[in-house]
């Protein structure tokens, strides 16, 4: 009887050097910013506030070059509901809420602010963008404004979309779209669109003649 032959063993992916080279970094990260993880979950711990969060975030904003892209990406990966330890904000750029959700490979440019968001794998932001908590945070029950009230909403960003120089969204943006500098998105848009203007509206799709 012919002997059948062994099965080919299955190849381990390995790393890349790259990668190695990111995770480690990340590793120092962490140890550095380590006080600033134990303020934040104390706080987290002990009542609803958000001043010490907020308030370490708007330090290590301040920190530039590679340092403060390695020490916001390590504080928002051990404090965030969820953060990739992939991230890159830049210069100036925080979030304000511990509940926002921040995927693989997201980067901003710098003075970027993001409120209570859900953003997707590779998803690229340019300067100045600001992302706020939705349009009701300062509505109370019967849509009067109101300083005490506290209507966070969840803007979600889908993934591999690109958002433009000062551009405000307050609505949810579908995945693989772009959004115009300057546009301002008060109304959920789909996904593969090129969206521009104040109020934003869907300029043309993505997948009709002459899109990407």
Request: contains cysteine.
């Amino acid at each position: 009887m012919s002997e059948q032959p062994a099965a080919a063993a299955p190849v381990a992916r390995i790393p890349s050097a790259r990668r190695l080279l990111k995770a480690l970094a990340m590793a120092v990260g962490l140890m550095l910013v380590a006080p600033l993880l134990l303020l934040a979950w104390l706080e987290k711990s002990c009542s609803r506030s958000e001043e010490v969060f907020t308030g370490c975030a708007h330090l290590l904003a301040l920190v530039p070059g590679l340092p403060g892209v390695l020490l916001r990406g390590a504080y928002y990966f051990g404090t965030l509901a969820r953060c990739s330890w992939e991230v890159r904000l830049g210069f100036g750029s925080h979030l304000t809420h511990r509940g926002a959700r921040l995927g693989a490979r997201v980067s901003t440019g710098s003075f970027c602010v993001i409120g209570h968001a859900e953003i997707g794998d590779d998803v690229m932001m340019a300067s100045r963008v600001s992302i706020p908590s939705g349009k009701r945070q300062h509505l109370d029950e019967q849509g009067r404004l109101s300083s005490s009230a506290a209507r966070f909403d969840t803007v979600r960003i889908g993934s591999h979309s690109w958002v433009g120089e000062g551009a405000i969204i307050m609505a949810d943006v579908g995945a693989w779209s772009i959004v115009s500098a300057g546009a301002v998105v008060v109304t959920e848009m789909p996904q593969r669109a090129l969206i521009g203007g104040n109020p934003a509206k869907v300029i043309r799709s993505m997948d009709a003649p002459g899109g990407s």
